[in-house]
Nanobody, 119 residues
């Protein structure tokens, strides 16, 4: 059973930065790929970025050049460094896991962490 614990959200002004963290536990296969989704009020959940144990990454177009995903395999922790934040980045950010980048999913009951960007 994969367990993911997010932290690091908060309130920041436009142009500011935040760093999210997610501690993962589970089998090495189930957490081979880790990533982040987000969901804004009234909108569908969308993939933000993902990274494999080997370091391969993918990003949504709307965060390229602003967000950086990284992971510490020894700690089974994934990070999302968010720079140049915009009000439209306001959302609940959820950690996700999967066998490969294309299959990362948020586990049932994922709590997420709120990110609010003020204008």
């Amino acid at each position: 059973q994969v367990q993911l614990v997010e932290s690091g959200g908060g309130l920041v002004q436009t142009g500011g930065s935040l760093r999210l963290s997610c501690a993962a536990s589970g089998s090495i296969f189930e957490i081979n790929a880790l990533g982040w989704y987000r969901q804004a009020p009234g909108k569908q959940r969308e993939l933000v970025a993902g990274i494999t144990r080997g370091g391969s990454t993918n990003y949504a177009d709307f965060v390229k050049g602003r967000f950086t995903i990284s992971r510490d395999n020894a700690k089974n922790t994934v990070y999302l460094q968010m720079n140049s934040l915009k009000p439209e980045d306001t959302a609940v950010y959820y950690c996700a896991a999967g066998i490969r980048l294309s299959t990362v999913r948020v586990p049932p009951g994922g709590q997420g962490t709120q990110v609010t960007v003020s204008s």
